[in-house]
Each structure stands twice: as structure tokens, then as C-alpha cells.
């Protein structure tokens, strides 16, 4: 598998005719006030096949006059409500050209030009879609929506029924007694089907809500071990938090009609946890991706 990143800026605007000023206000806050806001946007296209003569997957020159032509050179500095007739919400089929969408119309012009494997598409630091190939399907059916937040706690590593030694041996220094504290990077990627109206996977207000309300509110700023309930039981490494919101979160999540896939804690930027809310079976998101991003 190879990847490729292009990048490119335009506005939108979230507005739907059949709601009223009110409605298009409640349903989509700030996105919904005219004449819409803008974002840089970053794409990760991975593409798989076997090597050829020349110990290519694919020629890259080709692939960035691919992505250019069907994608970077009609949207680049566009009004994407505009810019491509999927997002006519004055027709019935129109849909509003949320990430999700977005992504979803990109893979559509991509797939018979490139062998893809799977799309990322970052709006901005803290919101970013996956596309997967699908098995049989030509365009990927569900989206994996991530949202990224962050919380300040401390904590202490330790069992309360072993001695400080016997702790320490286990925890080193995260056993000390007075604990100590970390920035933590929070990453929570719901699945689900797109919307053919909204555009969305489940409302994002409604998520980023969520999140803040159970996780980002109770957690910031305490003593994990002494001021959050199951930690009073429960050593808070970073896979018992992650495990913890993985809790937290998988109803409230189900109830806004989407799946919750993954949480992933960052506690230092040498050690992170993720919890994987479903089936293992479930297919990930290719590891390129996140290697790419990451790097």
C-alpha cells in the first residue's frame, strides 16, 4: 500500500431549504450563518496493488495528476456548496458537503482512476473522516467520524493492598505518593452510515456535547484516583481510562444513531491507549493512514 497527501481550501455552508432561519440555527449552530466559513483541508489517499517492474504499486506522477484533475483543481479556494452538484440541496438528492459527504464524493470521482484503499480527510486538527474500501460496494457505505479533545488530571499508579515497594516495583516512579499529572490527548472515532440529507454520521454538536459533558468536565483538572468515583477502585493507567470512556460513551453514542469504534488516550507523547469499542473482526483503519498523520 502506498499513500498519497494533497491539500486544498474552501468554505461551505450548512443550510438546509426546508428548515426555516430558526431550524437551519438550531440544527446546525454556527455553520448555518451566512455566507458560510472556510477550512484548509488535508487528504490522505492510500492506494494498494502489487509492485511492478519498475517497484512501483503505482506511477506517483500519475496518481498526483489523478487527485489534481478529479478533486484538488475543483475544489481548491470553492464555495463546495457549489462546487459539485451533489451538494444542490435545492434538489431532493442534494445533501450539505459535511466531512463526511465530502469525503464520500471524493472516493466516488477516485475509485475508477485509483486503486484506493482508503480516504482520510482532515477539516481541521480535531475533525477528520476514514473511508474503507468496501468489499463489494463502489462507494464505502459507513464513515468513521473522529473528533479530538483534550483534559489536564493527575493520577497515581498503585494498589492499595501492595506496599509502596512492592508498587514501585510495578509502577516506578508513577507509584510515588503524591502521583503526578499529564496533558491528555483524547481521540474518539464513531462509525456509522452517512446521511443522505445532512451529510452526517450523527449530529457533531450532539457528540462534541457528549464527550465534553462525561469525559472533558468530570475528568479536567481533578485528581483521577481521589476526585472521579471508579478510579477509587481501579488503577488509572491509560488503558483503564480509555476503558473507562469507552463506557462512558457507548450508549450516549448509540443514542445519537451512530457506533461507537475507538478511543484513544494520549498521555504522554511517548505512550498512548486505544480501546476498540467493537468487534475486533470489524475492519480498522488502514495503519498507513495513522502512520501518516502521525508523522
Not at 19 to 31: H, I, K, V, Y
Not at 106 to 131: F, M
Not at 196 to 223: I, S
Request: charged share 20%; hydrophobic share 45%.
Amino acid at each position: 500500500m502506498i499513500t498519497r497527501r494533497a491539500t486544498f481550501s474552501a468554505s461551505h455552508l450548512y443550510w438546509l431549504p426546508e428548515l426555516s432561519a430558526e431550524g437551519n440555527q438550531a440544527r446546525f449552530g454556527p455553520c448555518s450563518l451566512a455566507p458560510g466559513h472556510g477550512h484548509n483541508y488535508t487528504l490522505i489517499v492510500a492506494m494498494g496493488g502489487p509492485l511492478d517492474g519498475d517497484g512501483m504499486v503505482l506511477n506517483l506522477s500519475e496518481v498526483k495528476h489523478a487527485i489534481r484533475a478529479e478533486v484538488t483543481a475543483q475544489l481548491d479556494f470553492r464555495f463546495l456548496n457549489e462546487a459539485w452538484p451533489e451538494f444542490d440541496v435545492s434538489r431532493p438528492e442534494g445533501r450539505l458537503p459535511t466531512t463526511e459527504a465530502l469525503c464520500q464524493a471524493i472516493w466516488t470521482r477516485l475509485a475508477p482512476k485509483l486503486p484506493l484503499v482508503g480516504l482520510r480527510l482532515h477539516e481541521t486538527d480535531t475533525l477528520w473522516v476514514d473511508l474503507l474500501a468496501p468489499p463489494s460496494a463502489p462507494t464505502p457505505m459507513e464513515a468513521f467520524l473522529s473528533i479530538r479533545t483534550h483534559f489536564a488530571a493527575a493520577h497515581r499508579l498503585a494498589r492499595p493492598e501492595l506496599s509502596q515497594g512492592e508498587n514501585e516495583a510495578i509502577y516506578g516512579k508513577c507509584a510515588r505518593p503524591h502521583g503526578h499529572g499529564h496533558n491528555y490527548l483524547l481521540d474518539v472515532t464513531v462509525r456509522g452510515p452517512i446521511d443522505a440529507r445532512t451529510g452526517m454520521v450523527c449530529d457533531l454538536a450532539a457528540l462534541q456535547q457528549l464527550v465534553d459533558d462525561l469525559v472533558v468536565e468530570p475528568f479536567d483538572h481533578t485528581f483521577l484516583n481521589k476526585d472521579v468515583a471508579h478510579f477509587a477502585t481501579t488503577v488509572p493507567t491509560a488503558e483503564n481510562i480509555a476503558l473507562h470512556i469507552a463506557d462512558l460513551l457507548s450508549a450516549p453514542v448509540a443514542g445519537l444513531g451512530a457506533s461507537l469504534h475507538k478511543v484513544r488516550l494520549q498521555e504522554s507523547p511517548n505512550n498512548a491507549a486505544e480501546v476498540f469499542a467493537e468487534t475486533p473482526q470489524l475492519e480498522m483503519v488502514p495503519a498507513a493512514l495513522e502512520a501518516l498523520v502521525a508523522g
